[in-house]
């Protein structure tokens, strides 16, 4: 069975971290398992995990007044589910909930938060990459917003 | 602006030829497809991405994109209701009457990817020109090496041609991913932009050859990642929309930079196509 450490360097995201990093990172780590349907973030609650996907779907949700709930982004292997762990007050923005049996890789954020604060290689590190992530998902986002299939596209 | 008329195929360029509307399907609730077939003699037959120029008599003439090629000359239009024309159009039943001519323009040059994985992005509508191609690519499938379809669409009702999708979805010999802008939950595919299905496609990207088509600001998006992605810019080809009028390249108002769209295209390379389409216009 692979360990913690072993399948964060498989990870596209966190593979290329050097190997004293990623034991550290690991140190953060578990396995978790959610069945279809599973709730894995609520809007508001704490931000006190996120999840590196390695296998199954997950639905980033968000409930719209008398519009129901709206799926806005899915996300699946080797992507990141949770990008507001690192920023104050660490509460979830959305809901995400898994549309397929998923597996991840847990980090507890707390964790992960000390350990950057007091190794900032690892630290620059971990949010360089969640940089390039966030920069990924505010262009896919802006794209969106232009709704560029509406029939003003002609 | 070209001696030789070749290109016209020997028919006379400007001079519509009768077709029956043999069936119309409601797509979505903006968009028909047409099953027209010749009164008479049919027009050369389009190669997969080529356009024809189609008149609701009495109203207008617009271009579109050939979406099917049958037998004895016949064509299929998906026609979208965003104008006069269009909207005409959209309301044929069978048995009516449309004047087309054509085809015009350069297809998908589906020969040069023989060898070589082939990428398929859609972008809405962009579905349409693609699928005489796909079609064609399905049917010579041992030509080509992995293929992938990728379709993005604004919502999952805004999809076109959905029971083929599902037979395509269905092979195991090309992967098809759809996504949507947004989403219900009862929405079993992906919800993103089509940009982020391109890293996830199971080709060989410096080997691939990419034939697009949707919304030109999707295209550019697409472009930029598909060579991110390591396809060579010259394997990337594009299909351009403009405001084609005359189809021969003689009224200039398909011009975009050095290119008439209508005869040069309007499938073109992004070596071609990545200047015109960074500058702005309004």
């Given amino acids: 069975m692979k360990s913690i450490r072993d399948l964060l360097a498989e990870h596209p995201v966190f593979g290329s971290l050097d190997s004293s990093l990623l034991e550290l990172m690991s140190g953060c780590g578990r396995n978790e398992h959610f069945d279809s349907g599973a709730q894995i973030l609520r809007e508001g609650a704490d931000a006190d995990h996120f999840y590196l996907l390695r296998s199954g779907r997950v639905a980033l949700e968000v409930a719209i007044p008398h519009r129901g709930i709206i799926v806005i982004e899915t996300l699946g292997p080797s992507e990141i589910l949770g990008v507001s762990w690192p920023f104050p007050p660490y509460r979830w923005a959305f809901d995400a909930k898994a549309i397929e049996p998923t597996s991840a890789i847990s980090i507890d954020a707390a964790c992960l938060r000390r350990k950057c604060e007091e190794d900032p290689v690892l630290g620059y590190q971990v949010f360089s990459r969640f940089a390039q992530l966030m920069r990924d998902r505010l262009q896919a986002t802006r794209l969106q917003l232009l709704d560029v299939y509406g029939s003003h596209a002609g | ?282």
């Fill in chain 2, 1 to 282: 602006m070209p001696a030789d008329p070749s290109f016209l195929n020997g028919q006379a360029p400007m001079v519509p030829i009768a077709y029956r509307v043999e069936w119309r399907r409601q797509d979505l609730p903006d968009t028909v497809t047409l099953g027209i077939a010749p009164v008479e003699a049919p027009l050369a037959t389009p190669t997969p991405g080529q356009f024809m120029m189609v008149w609701a008599f009495g109203v207008g003439e617009v271009p579109l994109s050939v979406s099917g090629i049958g037998e004895d000359g016949r064509l299929e239009h998906t026609v979208r209701n965003v104008g006069a024309v269009t909207a005409a159009l959209s309301r044929a039943r069978p048995g009516e009457i449309v004047g087309v001519r054509g085809p015009y323009g350069a297809g998908w040059d589906l020969d040069r990817a023989t060898g070589r994985d082939l990428l398929i992005v859609a972008g809405g509508l962009g579905l349409a020109p693609l699928r005489p191609a796909m079609l064609e690519a399905l049917a010579e499938r041992h030509r080509f090496g992995r293929m992938a379809l990728l379709v993005g669409a604004r919502d999952p009702q805004s999809l076109l041609y959905t029971e083929e999708l599902e037979q395509w979805r269905g092979r195991f010999d090309i992967e098809v991913e759809v996504t949507v802008d947004a989403a219900p939950p009862s929405w079993r595919g992906d919800v993103g932009v089509v940009t982020k299905l391109l890293g996830r496609a199971p080709v060989d990207y410096a080997g691939a050859t990419a034939i697009v088509c949707g919304p030109e600001v999707m295209m550019r998006f697409v472009a930029i990642g598909l060579t991110d992605a390591g396809v060579p810019p010259h394997e990337i080809w594009l299909s351009m929309e403009r405001n084609m009028r005359c189809g021969i390249g003689h009224c200039g108002h398909c011009q975009l930079g050095p290119e008439f769209i209508c005869k040069d295209g309007p499938v073109l390379s992004w070596t071609r196509m990545e200047k015109p389409m960074m500058v702005r216009e309004r």
